[in-house]
């Protein structure tokens, strides 16, 4: 059973940055895609960014330009890294992890609509204007 644990969320003012990590319990990098999503209460859960196992990543259209996900497979541990922060960016921010081919198709958007059997509880990033 794969485990995640994000942190690093918090409070930012807008065009501020922050950065989120997510550890994993075990070497998951080498086979797993990874992501991830954030969600706001009352609406719908939203990819934010992608990476698959060979570092191929994919960005949702309101994050482009401004995040960037990567992860270092010594440490276990996927980042998204956040700049220039907009209050629309406030949410609960999740990391996911499945088998690649389990989430990566076009059909689920490179793994941005994809439903990942694996998710961390959630790290919460609010931005105040």
């Known amino acids: 059973q794969v485990q995640l644990a994000e942190s690093g969320g918090g409070s930012a003012q807008t065009g501020g940055s922050l950065r989120l990590s997510c550890a994993a319990s075990?070497?998951?990098?080498?086979?797993?895609?990874m992501a991830w999503f954030r969600q706001v209460p009352g609406k719908e859960r939203e990819g934010v960014a992608d990476?698959?196992?060979?570092?191929?990543?994919t960005y949702a259209n309101s994050v482009k330009g401004r995040f960037t996900i990567s992860k270092d497979n010594t440490k276990n541990t996927l980042y998204l890294q956040m700049n220039s922060l907009k209050p629309e960016d406030t949410a609960m921010y999740y990391c996911a992890a499945d088998l690649c081919y389990n989430v990566y198709s076009i059909a689920t958007m490179f793994g941005l609509k994809a439903d990942y059997k694996y998710w961390g509880q959630g790290t919460q990033v609010t931005v105040s204007s």
């Open positions: 075990e070497h998951i990098y080498s086979h797993y895609c």
């Open positions: 990476i698959d196992n060979v570092g191929d990543t």
